[in-house]
């Protein structure tokens, strides 16, 4: 398998809902990644883990809480997100942090 | 403060001929830089890497160049189609923080 896998594709979600967006790799890689797409713009980073500890959270707002349960899963909890926080979401992971990225296809979220 | 630059918001290339994008950066060192592509609503794709010590590397009609003196990688997409239409990101490593930044990407339009 040398996908990386997001569910879901697309996320609807008030202000004060609370959601997951997950993310599956089974290549065996060590690193995990999440980054936050805007129009337009390139990824910018969120939070990455190495060997299942978080490594770099880049001053996220704490409405934003990553997980990491095991090497191949990656979660991205949401509570009371605003409607700024509406962009593309995106997966990555790496043989080891700084090596070549592999991406998911992304969840689209849309905050009302 | 480190900056990645990547020429122009969007390239326009008529279909056979050859595309050069450019990423300059500043008060880097990189080891290594890589290239993705990135296509609308996914997520990016992993091209090329080359090293430092490394002046040319390819791949099919692909073609990257890295000039650590000029702070310049040229990425050369040679008999292009339009296929090769996308968002192109270029990614030196490592920033001042151990980090893999993305510049601002270059959209090609490759015009039948």
């Known amino acids: 398998d040398t996908e990386v896998t997001q569910t879901p594709k697309h996320l609807v979600m008030g202000m004060t809902n609370k959601k997951s967006l997950k993310c599956e790799q089974h290549m065996g890689h060590r690193a995990m990644y999440w980054y936050k797409q805007k129009a337009k713009k390139p990824p910018e980073l969120m939070f990455v883990y190495s060997y299942e500890k978080l490594s770099i959270n880049e001053s996220v707002p704490s409405r934003f809480s990553p997980e990491c349960p095991n090497s191949s899963l990656l979660n991205l909890h949401l509570h009371a997100l605003q409607p700024e926080d509406s962009a593309l979401y995106l997966c990555?992971?790496?043989?080891?942090?700084?090596?070549?990225?592999?991406f998911g296809p992304g969840t689209r979220l849309t905050v009302l | 403060s480190q900056k990645i630059e990547q020429n122009s918001e969007a390239l326009n290339i008529q279909e056979g001929k050859t595309a050069t994008l450019t990423c300059n950066y500043t008060?880097?060192?990189?080891?290594?830089l890589q290239w993705y592509r990135q296509d609308p609503g996914r997520g990016p794709v992993f091209l090329l890497l080359i090293r430092e010590n490394e002046k040319e590397k390819r791949k099919e009609r692909l073609k990257v160049t890295f000039d650590t003196t000029l702070k310049q990688s040229l990425f050369h997409i040679t008999a292009s189609q339009p296929a090769d239409s996308a968002t192109y990101l270029c990614?030196?490593?490592?920033?001042?923080?151990?980090?893999?930044?993305f510049g601002k990407g270059t959209r090609l339009h490759i015009l039948p």
């Open positions: 008060n880097y060192s990189p080891a290594y």
């Open positions: 990555a992971s790496g043989r080891q942090a700084a090596d070549t990225q592999y």
């Open positions: 990614a030196p490593y490592p920033d001042r923080d151990d980090k893999i930044i």
